[in-house]
């Protein structure tokens, strides 16, 4: 089992539309967690954080997290197409003092003009 | 504010080859990580390093590769001698002491072994 999973699509939404991406994570010490933004051939960007349980909002980004049932997700409201691009989901295990970040292989979205 | 700095942005070696990669981070950013993601791979943790110190190379994959950061400024990741199986994109990143782990991310070098 992979320790960060993510569906690897694509996912296709009109534009306008809100695009929803999950990611589960194994290891229950995890406890930061961050999206990347990669567009193709450039550096992934980081977008959003979360360390919470909850929502937190971005603009037109929200991050969800349930520690619990152990996954994160990041929803993008009013999806334009300039949002196609792979989103990579991180975490971040703070027990160990490392600070390297563990990521899932990445989600593809499509938004449809 | 200049990004983090990788070069070349590509490079093509011929296998028992050795190629080095460089990286400046961000200025004033003590923290400087390295990434790779080979072909159809998740992007996975190399080494961080403090300073010019290394903090954790638990994800070195081997000794044919070397890091060095010295003066803890720019850093170089040498692979000698190359294997095919080192063909991927090479990413490294930085960020401040004190910022948490979310990091910015440099534009990669993309390491082609034939």
């Known amino acids: 089992q992979k320790e960060v999973e993510q569906n690897s699509g694509p996912l296709s939404v009109p534009e306008g539309a809100i695009a929803s991406l999950n990611c589960t994570y194994s290891?229950?010490?995890?406890?930061?967690f961050f999206w990347y933004r990669q567009y193709s051939g450039k550096s992934p960007e980081l977008i959003m954080s979360?360390?919470?349980?909850g929502d937190k909002e971005d603009g037109r980004f929200t991050a969800q997290l349930n520690k619990a049932s152990q996954y994160v997700s990041l929803l993008i409201r009013d999806s334009q197409p300039s949002d196609s691009a792979t989103y990579l989901c991180a975490v971040h295990k703070m027990d160990t003092g490392r600070r390297a970040l563990t990521f899932g292989s990445g989600t593809r979205l499509q938004v449809q003009p | 504010e200049a990004g983090v700095t990788q070069f070349p942005s590509h490079s093509v070696i011929e296998k028992g080859q050795t190629v080095t990669l460089r990286c400046d981070p961000i200025s004033g950013h003590d923290n400087l990580y390295w990434y790779r993601r080979v072909m159809g791979k998740e992007i996975k943790f190399l080494l961080h390093f403090v300073k010019e110190s290394k903090q954790d190379e638990s994800g070195m994959p081997n000794n044919r590769f070397l890091a060095e950061r010295t003066g803890g400024t720019y850093s170089t990741l040498k692979v000698q001698p190359a294997e095919l199986e080192d063909s991927g994109v090479y990413f490294c990143?930085?960020?401040?002491?004190?910022?948490?782990?979310?990091?910015?991310f440099g534009s990669g070098t993309r390491l082609t072994v034939v």
């Open positions: 290891d229950r010490v995890s406890q930061s």
């Open positions: 990143a930085s960020s401040q002491t004190g910022t948490g782990v979310g990091y910015t």
């Open positions: 979360i360390y919470s349980n």
